[in-house]
């Protein structure tokens, strides 16, 4: 049996430890007894990544030949901000294929930000981080702009990805942040890779 792995491309600092956590976590709930090989993340500056064909060419190139090291998944993992995923997501899923056409990947785009998943499980983050034990997620979490100034402003002090990212990706409740599509479908896929190398 070959062991899963999964190699991420992500563009926040935070990310490049709440990733592999929040990973862990969906691995841990669809298969407890397979350990999850996971690659340090890549980081990248998404506005170059999304604009400058050469740079975009030089990290899939690079993610892609981490993953053909163990038969692995490239995982895109981008805040979507206010591009229309259903237009982005297969964008770059088709031009990544351009450049290897070997390798699997999944483009997940967090939909307006990472933190939008967090807000869409609220109650389950009470009491973290000095957020308030009355914590509720408000009803189109979608509709918010600010998902870290959301966070930030009930908190005791500002929201910072990098100190807070991997707790509140620790914590979260799946069922709850599952109301938001954009993890939905993040959630899903990965279970289907799990399943397939299962």
Aim: aromatic residues 8%; contains cysteine; positive net charge.
């Amino acid at each position: 049996m070959m062991q899963p792995l999964i190699v991420p491309l992500v563009e926040g600092h935070g990310e490049i430890e709440a990733v592999p956590l929040l990973l862990r976590r969906f691995s841990a709930e669809k298969t407890p007894k397979i350990s999850l090989k996971i690659n340090p993340p890549l980081r990248v500056r998404a506005g170059s990544f999304l604009s400058d064909e050469n740079y975009f060419k030089k990290y899939i190139k690079l993610a892609s030949a981490k993953a053909m090291q163990g038969n692995g998944l490239v995982l895109i993992l981008l805040d979507c901000e206010d591009d229309c995923p259903a237009n982005l997501g297969p964008d770059l899923l088709r031009k990544a294929k351009e450049i290897r056409a070997d390798v699997e990947y999944l483009v997940v785009l967090a939909y307006r930000e990472y933190e939008s998943w967090f807000i869409a499980a609220a109650e389950s983050l009470r009491g973290c981080h000095g957020l308030p034990n009355s914590l509720t997620s408000p009803d189109d979490v979608e509709a918010i702009r600010g998902a870290k100034e959301w966070l930030g402003r009930r908190m005791p002090n500002k929201y910072v990805p990098q100190i807070h990212q991997a707790g509140f990706t620790n914590k979260i409740d799946f069922d709850l942040a599952s109301t938001v599509s954009s993890f939905r479908r993040f959630r899903d896929r990965i279970h289907e890779y799990l399943s397939k190398i299962h």
